[in-house]
Structure formats: structure tokens, C-alpha cells
């Protein structure tokens, strides 16, 4: 009887083991599919610092523009060309140089974004804002725009759009950026404003809404669902822009 025993035991030990080293290697090889680096969305993030730019732009150069069209009656004719601000906004417009093509300048009807490339910046920003101790709960349009002395001539002035995630701290959504500074290498989101102005210290913890956990019950040992450490760097921004434009210039 000790003998079934024993070898029942023994048998039951070399099954756990070996789920436990096939589990193991199936998520380390799913883990390092999965993650998405900072350099595999180099493309797509932006600052927040350029962020701010891009929308200070467009208040100013767009958003004025289409209220005084719109508080006018659409009648661009009879009120826009004799509105003081247009025509202020207008000068200062030409001195800073018109497009030198003869086609004049081109405006934007659309940005685009390769599918696979815009999956893996919603993976990365998912990814990195658990790290940080939280959960995605909206992602914003802004509406942009490229300063005129862009070094990229097709950028130059031209409109485009800034996806912009944010979390929830106590019932508000909120834009914001990762860094570990001052968290002794714990990464934490800090707080940036609707036109994004850099909050002084991090979101405090009992704001933030819990994350979810994803991983599913197991009989076995929890080898196989503990997260890849990895190093975090001081700052890592969320917001992603710099797609494509048509028509192109």
C-alpha cells in the first residue's frame, strides 16, 4: 500500500513539473512575442511637449478661424476677408512665407496609420500604463497642427490629429505621462491638463482605478503568469500622432 502510495505521489509530482516547465517556456516565448518596445512605436509617440505645440497651433491658427467663420454665418466673403483678426492673422500668415510650389498650399483631408503599426501603439500604451499602476478609460481626438517651420516640408502647417489616452482619478479623466522620478524606479502616470500642462507630482495611488487582472485560474503554481521584469527608463510618453497625410505634398 505505501509503495502505491509513493509511487501515485512521485507520479503526480513528475506531471506537475512537467506542465509547469512546458508552461513556462510556451510564456516565455508568447511573453517576448507580446511585448511591444518603445522603439517598435517610435513612429507614432510623441511628447507631450510636442503635443502642446501641435495643439497650441491649431487654437491658433485654426480654431479662431472656424469661430469667426461660423459666429459670421459661413459667409467667408462678406465676413471673414473684412475681419480685423483674419486680417492681422492673415499678415502675420504672410511674413512668415507662403508655400514656394505652385500649387499653393495643400490642405490635409485625412491621416492615416498602417493597421499593424497602430495595433502595437494601443498595445504599448495598454501596456505601459499597467506598468505604471492603472487602466486606460478613454482615448481623446485632439485636433493638430505642424508649426511652419517643420523641418518636414510635407508637415509644414498642415493639420492633423493626436490620440491622446487617459485614466480615471476620482471619476475624472485625465491626459498623462509616465516617469519613475523621485518613485525609486516604480513607474507612476503624472497628470497633464486638457491642453497639456505638466501636473508636479504623480496621480496618488487610491484615485487610480484598480487594474484588471487578465490572468486566468490555475491549478498549478503560478509560474507561468509572472510578468517579465524589464527596465524602465525616466519618462515615456502615451500620446500618439505622426501618421500619414493625403493628400501629400
Known sequence: MKNAQKFVFKFAMALILLFGIVGCDG????????????????????????????FDNYSE??????????????????SLSRNPQYKQGK????????????????????????YDEFKKYLKFIE???KKAGADISTIRIYFANYSADNPDFDKQKRNTVMFVPTI??????????????GQEGKPRPYLLSDSFVRANKPAPTSSLET?????????????????????FFAEQSVIGNEGSRNPPR
Open 211 to 231: 487594474p484588471k487582472n487578465t490572468n486566468e485560474a490555475s491549478l498549478l503554481p503560478n509560474w507561468t503568469n509572472t510578468p517579465t521584469p524589464s527596465l
Open 127 to 129: 501596456q505601459e500604463t
Open 27 to 54: 510564456f516565455d516565448k508568447s511573453a517576448k512575442e507580446s511585448v511591444v518596445t518603445a522603439d517598435d512605436v517610435k513612429d507614432i509617440i510623441i511628447s507631450d511637449n510636442q503635443a502642446k505645440t501641435q
Open 168 to 181: 480615471a482619478i476620482d471619476g475624472n479623466e485625465s491626459a498623462y505621462y509616465i516617469s519613475d522620478e
Open 61 to 78: 491658427y485654426r480654431g479662431k478661424i472656424i469661430k469667426i467663420y461660423e459666429d459670421n454665418g459661413r459667409k467667408i466673403g462678406d
Open 91 to 114: 499678415k502675420e500668415e504672410d511674413k512668415a512665407g507662403m508655400q514656394a510650389d505652385e500649387k499653393g498650399f495643400v490642405p490635409v483631408q485625412y491621416t492615416y496609420y498602417k
